[in-house]
């Protein structure tokens, strides 16, 4: 069990591919080595049991012990992930929100108003089926799927062993779709540049001062399905008070990824973050 959040991570499957114990190197497509240690399963797809162990009768120094093991560990796999952006001038996101928030139509609008400009790469989490990854590749952008079982969360670990399946190109766009959840993601350090929180107008407005941690990691606030505002009793300058009452430096842009509302915005400052890695002025 994950000790953040106590949700069981008995099988987690990455399309494609199997994973390594030992001491195993990730060499990506440009020759970079990605060293880790995991377990190795040679089935079909990737499995495996992460480091997120619970036992019944554990005192709770021994599990805050365990936790911040567990989070170490994730950070050094975190820094690696991050090293490799780096070296590829990859602008990589990690999209968070609960279930249900637009993410994903979100994030195939994006896409398409990118083609042309701004290659993109998707990594998909979610707890069980490809349908989130089948909706990107539609689009011509490619993505991998990663199943996480009964997890909550994607970890450096998983998203490590997803980029060697991936062939990312230098000076792209990664966007990291993480499993629909408010609480853990918000812990746990993918590499990427950003967290990006998608907040739906059709969810409470008191969303950021329930959950405080995942609206205190993010940069930016996507205020989502503002299409619908008319039809419903949100208020969103509340919403964004309570955002910035828990992280006063948050940005906020307003969207609709059906009606196109914001998504101007939104592509504007995916370029500035695109240009800043890629080592380049934004135009």
Not at 99 to 121: A, D, N, R
Not at 129 to 143: K, Y
Not at 164 to 177: F, G, T, V, Y
């Amino acid at each position: 069990m994950c000790t953040t959040c106590g949700c069981g991570s008995d099988e987690i499957r990455i399309e494609g591919g199997n994973i390594h114990e030992h001491g195993h190197e990730h060499v990506h497509a440009d020759g970079t080595r990605h060293s880790h240690g995991h377990d190795h399963d040679h089935s079909h797809g990737h499995a495996y049991t992460p480091a997120h162990a619970h036992a019944p009768g554990l005192g709770a120094k021994r599990m805050v012990q365990i936790e911040q093991d567990i989070l170490a560990k994730n950070n050094a796999y975190a820094a690696q992930n991050r090293a490799f952006f780096a070296g590829r001038r990859v602008f990589a996101l990690n999209l968070v929100s609960s279930p249900g928030s637009g993410k994903t139509t979100l994030l195939v609008k994006t896409i398409e108003m990118l083609k042309g400009k701004q290659p993109v790469t998707v990594i998909e989490g979610d707890q069980q089926t490809s349908h989130d990854a089948e909706r990107i590749r539609a689009t011509g952008a490619p993505a991998i799927q990663i199943n996480t079982g009964k997890g909550c969360h994607l970890d450096a670990h998983m998203v490590g062993h997803a980029l060697e399946r991936l062939d990312l190109a230098e000076r792209s766009l990664l966007m990291i779709e993480n499993v629909g959840n408010l609480v853990c993601p918000a812990a746990f350090d993918l590499g990427e540049a950003h967290k990006v929180v998608i907040l739906s107008v059709t969810e409470g407005e008191d969303k950021p001062l329930k959950y405080p941690d995942m609206f205190r990691a993010a940069t930016l606030m996507l205020l989502n399905k503002c299409d619908l505002l008319p039809h419903l009793n949100f208020d969103v300058d509340a919403a964004i008070a309570h955002a910035r009452r828990v992280n006063p430096a948050i940005e906020v842009i307003r969207v609709s990824a059906t009606a196109g509302t914001g998504m101007d915005d939104w592509l504007a400052w995916l370029e500035r973050g695109a240009a800043t890695a890629a080592g380049k002025p934004a135009q």
